[in-house]
């Protein structure tokens, strides 16, 4: 059982930037494909982006534009996301994932509980 807590969240102006943290612990975490997404308000679930285990594939999602970057350190059980350039459509509760295989889907193995992102312009 893997558990994950983000981090790194809070209130931002539009054009800041923000990085995420994703720690992980009670499981291998260098053998977990790590995933983030959001939920915006009154919206579904949607998927941005994707790392695998080494951290040598990634994946992303339509929207981020080249403003999100996924990274990790399997030294640190820590997956991150750097968003820049933030827009107030950015505004989202942010969740991280770990699988088993890397996916853009929304079918991973375990999830952390949130942490909320809003950018006021």
């Known amino acids: 059982q893997v558990q994950l807590v983000e981090s790194g969240g809070g209130l931002v102006q539009a054009g800041d930037s923000l990085r995420l943290s994703c720690g992980a612990s009670?499981?291998?975490?260098?053998?977990?494909?790590m995933g983030w997404f959001r939920q915006p308000p009154g919206k579904e679930r949607e998927f941005i982006a994707a790392i695998s285990d080494s951290g040598g594939i990634t994946y992303y999602g339509d929207f981020p534009e080249d403003r999100f970057t996924i990274s990790r350190d399997n030294a640190k059980n820590t997956v991150y996301l750097q968003m820049n350039s933030l827009k107030p459509e950015d505004t989202a509760v942010y969740y991280c994932?770990?699988?088993?295989?890397?996916?853009?889907?929304?079918?991973?193995?375990?999830w952390g509980q949130g942490t909320q992102v809003t950018v006021s312009s």
């Open positions: 009670g499981g291998t975490f260098s053998t977990y494909a």
């Open positions: 994932a770990a699988n088993s295989h890397l996916d853009y889907g929304l079918d991973y193995d375990y």
